[in-house]
């Protein structure tokens, strides 16, 4: 196929290369190229500017992909230059304002000229053989892009890099300056996309696989990255999500919605095949938790509510949003799976951050290779591949001491009710005792850990009662379940956020 040979003539090491050569220059800024009408547009106006359906890029070209453009505008004010590969070589998609259309905005068609690409989006018929224009995959701002499989809505976003995440000196956001799209052949079911990344201390090359299947979106990352200084914290695999409020921490005003996240929780599957289940929090100030493994089996950001119930939202359905799986290919060594939760009020704001650090960083100009798997999925089997139990759910409560006229009244405990499902529970014989293996740190003590059968479910309830000793301080707790031989669940593990509750 010529397409495959084009493919096949500009490879990831092309991208490579330029990485290594980008690295050992000096960091140069891009440069803005917007006139103000297109800076100033607020949201609903960026809205209006849409790449026009009958001038989709492969349009009528037999393949079963198809691209459309971000235009410029807002604060994506640089552009971002994209290729194409196909049977003739390589060659830059050329910006044409005559493909979008403006809706109601008034501009000046000066304004428009020598203008680029914000970004692109990947079209496939994810739901229908009939319906071809089916968003699969955005690729917009810095390093981020969001990606559904069938029956999906976009939800949490993933990026190629992050660089200083949560600390003291300030976040740097590496960008992809530029992609190389391969053509697909018509029979086709894979793109390729290739990207430069570029940031003060870092460039990196990458090659995304984008796989669509009957239901889920799988993509093969290969990436190499240079930095070109010292960074504090680096992040490999990163996952941006929102996390507002949730089953184990209510939303503190009247809200219709029991539920509202794009995920609810980070799993871990650790080199020693541990399997490890974060709840996330909306804390009120900034935390950041780490995970140390070594040589890590798989990461991600789940969404395991997938019950309407959970979230009661007509509009932004989040029981649909997917889960992202990160499977190493390779062996990633010793470091750390970090979980970072921002403070936030509205859920507009991304305030969940997750990724690999490795315990020692690259050197300058020493690349660091990071070949993994992303699976982005409903499927909570395809995140939890073991006959472990997981946590379907985390309930926090209070005043949940009866007394002698069975009226529930507070001793000062906060209770945590931990659901626990899975075929290892379903297993076993009636009369099996299951208890739960519990820990504490210092700051909390456990006056009640109980287990018993949920004849709705299936499965196992444990019942938790903590007593906190500093209420200005963080509590960190770990339980799974066990028949006193063997575990039989996952490690449920909870940090209660640095704050007090509230009365």
Known sequence: ??????????SFFDVMKQARELADKSYKAPEPNLPDSLQELKFAGY???????????????????????????????????????????VHEIQFDPNDFDYGSLKLDPSALKNLGFAGFRVLFPVNSADKKDDELASFLGASYFRVIGRGQTYGLSARGLAIDTALPSGEEFPRFREF??????????YLTIYALLDSPRATGAYRFVLRP???????????????RDQVGRLGVAPLTSMYLFGSNQPSPVANYRPEMHDSDGLAIHTGNDEWVWRPLTNPRRLQVSAFSAENPKGFGLLQRGR???????????YEKRPSLWIEPKTDWGKGSVQLIEIPTKDETNDNIVAFWVPEKPPGKGEPLDADYRMTWTMNDSKAHATPLAWVAQTRRSRDEVKGADLVRRSDGSITFVVDFVGDSLKSLPADSTVTA??????????VENSVRPNGVTGGRR?????NVKDQTKPVEM??????????LSETWSYRLPNEPEAK
């Open 213 to 227: 299947n009957s239901q889920d979106t799988v993509i093969d990352v290969k990436a190499r990255i240079f930095l």
């Open 437 to 446: 293996d519990t820990w504490v740190d210092g700051n909390g003590q456990i």
């Open 47 to 89: 809205q209006q500017v849409r790449f026009k359906s009958d001038r989709l890029h492969w349009r009528g070209a037999g393949t079963k992909f198809q691209l459309n453009f971000y235009h410029e505008g807002m604060h994506f004010n640089t552009p971002v230059k994209i290729n194409e590969i196909d049977a003739a070589g």
């Open 1 to 10: 196929m010529g397409y495959a040979q084009s493919a096949r003539a500009f």
């Open 462 to 466: 444990l019942t938790l009662r903590v």
């Open 478 to 487: 770990r339980a799974f379940l066990t028949n006193g031989q063997a575990p």
């Open 307 to 317: 019950e309407f119930s959970r979230y009661e939202d007509l509009d932004d359905h």
């Open 180 to 189: 190389w799209i391969a053509r697909p052949a018509p029979e086709d079911n």
